[in-house]
């Protein structure tokens, strides 16, 4: 389990917010990204993406 303690990044006219957290697992580093719409309350995540590939 992962907690996101990332930064908001983007706040269009949508309202998604985008938070970031990189993790460590079985010894691979990885990238989480959760799209979160802020405006219903409480707020939805719209996805959750995880990538290894960090540098790109």
């Known amino acids: ?5 990332g930064h908001r990044l983007a706040c269009q006219e949508t ?3 985008v ?3 990189q993790l460590e697992i ?8 959760v799209f ?3 405006r219903p309350t409480p707020a ?3 996805t959750a993406y995880l990538t290894s590939k960090i540098g790109k």
């Open 44 to 46: 939805e995540v719209v």
């Open 19 to 21: 938070l970031q957290s």
């Open 26 to 33: 079985e010894g691979r580093r990885y990238l989480l990204l």
């Open 15 to 17: 309202c998604r917010h």
């Open 36 to 38: 979160v719409d802020v």
């Open 1 to 5: 389990m992962a907690i996101v303690t």
